[in-house]
């Protein structure tokens, strides 16, 4: 009897599992997908892949390790450990160091309108035409820097976005050991 | 003009670690005062070696931490956990014992957790019972209440027997102890007898025992000036003195003969002390209101049933102890409504 | 008239020492005129205005001197009449300390005006051009917030209103600047109310003021008792900080909680600073654009605390010089209370329109160099929080910078009041933790929201390359295929 009945419980789980397998299938791959959310999208090719999603599709893979992103930086890889679960690792250098963001300048009286640097955008965030003076719409710019090495004239820099008040950012505490202020009695809970 | 800037609120804090410290160290004297009269001096000596030695480990182990030494003696909470042990212990318990179990208290339940405010389970009472599963023995060995005392020694007497130099020779060591009430009763009760005349004999006082019941008025007066002082909240307090005693009065309504009353519940052991400084450790204890109640009431509820079905005479430590393995849950399930939130 | 409101409770909060008899004993004065006003273009996060005047072009007094389309913006006025010296970098009153862009006029001490826009009879004109009028004149909320007013009274159509809050309870330490108001202009007050009643369409305002300030109560009252209207009625409530905090203070009044994440309209109020209702009467009667305001200025740093009628725009130095100058022990300066104000790094920086105090505060009444020890777990963070948050746990996901868990903890509904901070025995520095913690989240939103754009314009780039590619291929397929179909056509006639 209870052979039986184990027989059954066996079969009937082996029905649900084969059900579940089917109704809750995951389309795509869901952990590139999770990576690339993570990536900062700067899609400069640092990690010796074109582009974010190909780095992304190569960690899910094992292909890549998770510490080749200087954009995305140590918080980055952070992200990538805690959600692989991984152990977390200090960046690369061979593939470049963390720094803050910036954004290409075009200086516009040396440009010979070459349209090279348009060709290299990875988000089209270059403006202009043959013959016709570039500029950078410095919103969209990712920073990735690709434009820097095209430009036969050398007219395209790095800028630091400059702290103002629409970017700035309160301070995280910083902790100071000295002696403690005498308190002050006439305050109560309500 | 240029001025330095700082962050919001500017006004002067109104606490300090180390006053909330000091005030339960100064609440503490009546009852240790009532000790003293009834059970002798000898708690000032255990008081003594517990405060050295938790003030010389905790000096050590923060220096080996690399943190800042001084400031974190200063705060007091090494001295508070080392004279909450050395007033649970007996009063004649030898200086190894007393030694040990702070030694236990700051080591192992402070410091191997991450130090002040990240240890899970109270120090003091963590010392206690490692030395009652170690050494139950002279853990269980009180003396006699002056009342019912047969002898006499003096001060430097009982000095020098807790220091293990020796009883006078005129006194025998089974002379001066003798089972607390709570022991008593639970003996007596397991061997058949009704409470009403196991309440006939000398160690029996007004409520709980001979001197038991003014140490617990001592600390249920200091509590009540800590309350008052903002100190501690009354939840902790009053959970745990309504979860002893509602079970208690339900079982001497039952049964009076087999189940103690309440009232002596209260008075007995380690109740008051328990109430009022030892599950109100901030650390250990639940963060918000409703969790405090409930996390008080557990501990009430857990000491009555230990003392009354259990294997030991008292339970508040084992009772804290347990409670604070609780907390975690307590705090997830009694999180407040935040204001302008559905519930 | 007099309230006999059921009055409600919030949970936690404190009773603070109030140390605003200093600034109230001497009389409201008028600040002079300064020798430069400066008026900053961000007006609150988010807003910023155009100047619309040049360099060099002269402006009197009243004119439109930044504006925008934006609509949470109201027009700035010139306060006096002067040339505009140019729009510079300049120290904002802001809790950054930054430089930001701001118009700089140089006074000529004419003081010529513009003519004021015609006075309203504002219960023969319609709703819509009574706000109007409010955002033309410059209104925003005088409380701290600096909210549009004319935006506040449009909550839209899916809200029904039917209380108008004016919000007198001045609960910081401190500040008088309402407390002086209604003390000296109790009538502008109440028909502020009124005109606000009025542009709402609704009956009913309560006129909410700590129940310490018996002057102004009484000088309310005098004012309620001679106009008689049964719409309003005035209420002391008890002086518990943040009772002064818009949610705190329609809990208190009415027991509804505006929800998380919403605005007080949600259920059904409107809640305006006492001086906005001012300033209201002062834009809609006597068409007087906003450029002026009541600004305390005290503290143990400053020799002769009071009151001051100032220009808004008038650099904080001015206004600390005739209050007498600092005293040898000023250590902090503060735009205002200690509870929630900024500190400053200099006193260049002018007053703004929602700038109600300036503490000059001595070492003995601000916290310098805190020592911070371990939390200890105590609870009193919880107890003392208004909003009945967690401080503790928001502490400890704050420290590890676990966004996800401080938003579970509902880091983003603390109104950063201090309260925590105040009784908190370890002095921990909970509020920056809190703040640093609430400006992550939101860069990280906004990296996030830029990191989606970047991702959707790659994808459209390499998707049109890819297109180009193959065009570009087909092309060649097709003239290949068009070459060959030639050279087959070619062959047979030579052959």
Redesign the interface.
């Known amino acids: 009897m209870s052979f039986l009945l184990i027989c059954g419980l066996f079969v009937l789980f082996g029905i649900l599992l084969g059900f579940a397998s089917v109704k809750f299938r995951v389309k795509g791959d869901p952990v590139a997908d999770k990576i690339e959310a993570i990536l900062p999208q700067t899609q400069c090719g640092q990690c010796s892949f074109p582009g974010c999603r190909p780095y992304a599709e190569a960690i899910a893979s094992g292909q890549a390790d998770i510490n080749q992103c200087p954009p995305g930086g140590q918080e980055g890889i952070e992200a990538l450990a805690d959600l692989l679960g991984v152990e977390s690792k200090p960046l690369n250098a061979e593939f470049g160091v963390e720094k803050p963001k910036r954004v290409a300048i075009i200086h516009e009286q040396d440009c010979i309108g070459c349209t090279k640097c348009i060709q290299a955008c990875p988000v089209d965030a270059i403006v202009g035409a043959a013959k016709q003076m570039h500029t950078v719409v410095a919103n969209e710019c990712t920073g990735c820097e690709l434009c820097i090495e095209p430009c036969p004239v050398d007219c395209i820099v790095m800028e630091p976005i400059p702290e103002d008040l629409s970017n700035w950012q309160w301070p995280a505490p910083v902790v100071v050991a000295k002696p403690a202020a005498q308190p002050d009695l006439n305050v109560q809970h309500a | 003009m240029k001025f330095e800037t700082a962050i919001a609120p500017h006004l002067l804090p109104v606490n300090r670690v180390d006053w909330v410290m000091a005030k339960v160290l100064l609440a503490l004297l009546p009852g240790i005062i009532a000790l003293t009269v009834y059970f002798g001096v000898g708690v000032w000596v255990n008081i003594v070696i517990a405060v050295i030695t938790a003030l010389v480990l905790e000096a050590v182990l923060l220096k080996w931490r690399g943190l800042p030494v001084v400031p974190a003696l200063k705060d007091l909470s090494a001295m508070v956990t080392a004279v909450l042990l050395a007033i649970s212990l007996p009063v004649i318990a030898p200086w190894w014992l007393v030694l040990l179990g702070t030694a236990f208290a700051i080591v192992i339940a402070k410091h191997l957790y991450g130090g002040l405010g990240y240890n899970p389970f109270n120090p003091a009472m963590m010392g206690y019972v490692f030395l009652l599963v170690s050494f139950p023995v002279p853990m269980t060995a009180w003396i006699a209440p002056t009342p019912v005392a047969g002898f006499d020694w003096t001060v430097l007497e009982q000095v020098a027997f807790n220091l293990g130099l020796g009883l006078p020779e005129q006194v025998q060591f089974d002379a001066i102890t003798l089972a607390t009430p709570l022991d008593r009763l639970k003996t007596e009760i397991a061997l058949g007898h009704p409470i009403s005349a196991i309440q006939n004999a000398p160690v029996f006082g007004y409520i709980s025992g001979k001197g038991w019941e003014w140490v617990a008025l001592g600390y249920l007066l200091g509590g009540c000036w800590l309350l008052w002082q903002k100190v501690i909240g009354w939840q902790i307090p009053l959970g745990l003195m309504l979860g002893l005693a509602l079970p208690a009065g339900l079982g001497y309504l039952l049964d009076s003969e087999q189940f103690a009353n309440p009232g002596f519940h209260l008075a007995a052991g380690a109740t008051m002390l328990g109430a009022f400084f030892i599950a109100t450790d901030p650390v250990t204890a639940a963060t918000s209101s409703k969790g405090r109640l409930f996390y008080g009431a557990l501990i009430g509820l857990l000491t009555y049933l230990i003392r009354t079905f259990g294997g030991y005479p008292d339970a508040i430590a084992f009772s804290v102890i347990l409670a604070n393995l609780c907390v975690p849950t307590i705090d997830y399930l009694t999180r407040p409504r935040v204001f302008g939130q559905r519930s | 008239m007099y309230s006999m409101l059921k009055l409600f409770n ?8 109030r140390h605003k008899q200093v600034s109230l004993e001497r009389p409201v004065a008028t600040a002079s005129l300064p020798e430069q006003l400066i008026y900053p273009l ?1 007006l609150r ?2 807003v ?1 205005l155009t100047a619309t005047v040049q360099p060099g072009e002269r402006v009197l007094a009243g004119q439109v001197i930044a504006d925008s389309e934006h609509f949470l913006a109201t027009p700035v006025h010139a306060a006096s009449s002067g040339v505009v010296r140019g729009i510079v970098d300049w120290l ?1 009153p ?5 430089p ?1 862009h701001a118009v700089v006029i140089d006074t000529d001490g004419l003081e010529q005006a513009v003519a004021p826009m015609p006075g309203l009879d504002y219960r023969h004109e319609t709703p819509a051009t009574i706000k109007a009028r409010i955002r033309q004149a410059g209104v925003v909320g005088l409380g701290g917030a600096a909210f549009s007013t004319a935006v506040k009274l449009n909550p839209g159509p899916n809200r029904v209103i039917d209380t108008l809050i004016l919000n007198g309870a001045e609960c910081e ?1 401190y500040i008088t600047c309402d407390n002086a108001l209604m003390q000296t202009r109790a009538r502008a007050v109440v028909e502020g109310a009124l005109i606000l009643l009025h542009a709402l369409q609704i009956g009913r305002c309560l006129i909410a003021v700590e129940d310490h300030m018996t002057e102004a109560l009484a000088a309310l009252d005098a004012v309620l008792a001679e106009v008689k209207d049964r719409r309003l009625s005035r209420v002391a409530v008890p002086s ?2 943040p009772t002064g905090g818009e ?1 705190q203070l329609i ?1 208190v009044l009415t027991g509804k ?6 605005i007080p309209a949600d259920v059904g109020i409107v809640c305006q600073n006492v001086g906005t209702a001012a300033a209201i009467y002062d834009a809609v009667v006597n068409g007087l654009p906003l450029t002026w305001r009541l600004v305390t200025v005290t503290g143990k740093g400053v020799a002769r605390p009071s009151n001051w009628l100032a220009r808004i725009g008038t650099p904080i ?1 001015d206004l600390i010089e005739q209050s007498g100058g ?1 005293t040898p022990d000023v ?4 735009i ?1 209370g ?10 260049v920086i002018p007053i703004a329109k929602a700038s109600n105090c300036i ?1 000059a ?1 001595a070492l003995s ?16 963070c ?3 929080c ?5 401080p ?1 746990q928001l502490y400890w996901y704050s420290r590890v910078n676990n966004l996800d868990k401080l938003k579970q903890f ?1 880091l983003f ?1 603390c109104i ?1 009041c ?1 309260c925590c ?7 921990i ?1 909970l ?3 809190y ?2 913690a ?3 989240t939101l ?1 990280k939103a906004k ?1 996030a929201e ?6 959707r ?2 994808d ?3 998707e049109r390359k890819a297109r180009e590619q193959a065009e570009k291929a087909e092309r060649a397929r097709a003239r290949k295929a068009a070459l060959a179909a030639a050279k087959q056509q070619e062959q047979p006639s030579e052959s």
């Open positions: 919030f949970h936690g909060g404190l009773q603070l020492p961000q996060p988010g910023r904002a802001h809790p950054s300390g930054l930001d330490p518990v900080y949610r809990k909680e505006a929800p998380s994440g919403g130095a600092y250590r902090r300066l503060i205002g200690p509870m929630m104000g900024f500190a400053l790094p200099d006193d503490l505060a009444e601000v916290d310098v160099d805190r020592e911070t020890r371990a939390c200890i777990r105590c609870g009193e919880a107890n003392a208004p909003v009945n948050l967690l503790q509902s509904d950063e201090g901070e105040v009784v908190c025995p370890s002095h520095p509020v920056n933790y703040r640093a609430k400006s992550k860069t990296q830029k990191a989606a754009i970047a991702k314009r790659h459209a780039n390499q």
